[in-house]
């Protein structure tokens, strides 16, 4: 039985529940899954037929670290997603990618070590009326939060400052107002396919960086919804860009802009939740798509 290495972190050893559905869809169609720590020394990777990123969800405390374990097990088997899109995608400078290429995406201004932490504030984005200061390298929204430019101008130079201080790109964006009713909405593809999406309430409240889960991930408000045609249209766009091509998972998180567009916020292709439990036989449909990497078909 092809066995397949489900790349999770310490404090999920055997997966998240959602993650754990997969499981018995692999079984099912004669793949054994095995969750393994990608942080423990003892795992024999080339022991595996492929391996799939799914909870690495610590890889930002040290992204090098991250991309030299992406590195072996791309040496020792298959990984995927592949090496390739997870050094691009670990950065989300990658945005700058999107936009160049049309794209639609959130207005970003990235502060590099050693700039000025007062360049975010330029006259093209003084009507920003309240803003999100996040690093580039993150995950799970940890150390994001959500500002008014008015009153927190302050918090705002010393969130970014700290950020660069510590030799990290910080992000700022304005906050789009529309999440707060509309919340996100999260398209998630296998194999290129569009296979099901969710809404994701509002996550931040003005100044306060939100309730995190075993210190990895902000807890999140999850529903069902069916994606409207533009939605999917901005999906696809998106994917396109994404280097080499399709990857086996994606998932393209969009909001809208002032005028209902959708637009890009983040292009999940490291370690997304895929919510396998909110859409019938996604589980089903991930593991279809494995299969199809194990055999090549």
């Not at 691009?88 to 936009?99: E, F, I, V």
């Not at 939060?145 to 910080?170: P, Q, S």
């Not at 398209?187 to 309430?201: C, M, N, Q, T």
């Amino acid at each position: 039985m092809p066995r397949i290495g489900l790349a999770t972190c310490q404090e999920f050893p055997v997966l998240d529940e959602d993650d754990q559905l997969l499981l018995p869809a692999l079984a099912a169609i004669g793949l054994e899954g095995v969750p393994a720590v990608w942080t423990d020394p003892t795992v024999d990777w080339g022991a595996f037929d492929v391996v799939v990123v799914r909870g690495t969800w610590d890889y930002a405390n040290d992204r090098d670290a991250y991309l030299a374990w992406v590195d072996h097990v791309s040496a020792a088997t298959r990984l995927f997603n592949p090496a390739h899109v997870l050094r691009w995608n670990t950065d989300k400078r990658y945005l700058r990618d999107l936009a160049d290429a049309g794209v639609p995406v959130v207005p970003t201004m990235f502060l590099e070590p050693g700039d000025d932490p007062q360049g975010w504030s330029g006259e093209e984005r003084r009507s920003w009326r309240e803003v999100v200061v996040k690093p580039a390298i993150s995950c799970g929204s940890r150390d994001t939060a959500r500002y008014d430019t008015r009153e927190d101008a302050g918090r705002i130079l010393d969130h970014a400052g700290g950020l660069m201080t510590a030799g990290r790109t910080a992000m700022v964006q304005p906050y789009i107002a529309s999440v707060d009713l509309a919340g996100e909405t999260a398209l998630l593809y296998f194999d290129g396919e569009f296979s099901h999406a969710i809404r994701k309430g509002p996550l931040l409240a003005r100044g306060e960086e939100g309730e995190q889960v075993e210190g990895l991930f902000l807890r999140e408000q999850i529903d069902p919804r069916d994606p409207t045609d533009d939605e999917l249209d901005v999906g696809r766009r998106a994917l396109d860009m994404i280097p080499g091509g399709a990857p086996l998972y994606a998932r393209v998180d969009l909001i809208r802009d002032a005028d209902m567009s959708p637009m890009v916020l983040e292009l999940e292709l490291t370690e997304p939740s895929v919510f396998l439990a909110h859409s019938s036989g996604a589980a089903d449909r991930f593991a279809a798509a494995i299969a199809r990497r194990v055999t090549g078909a």
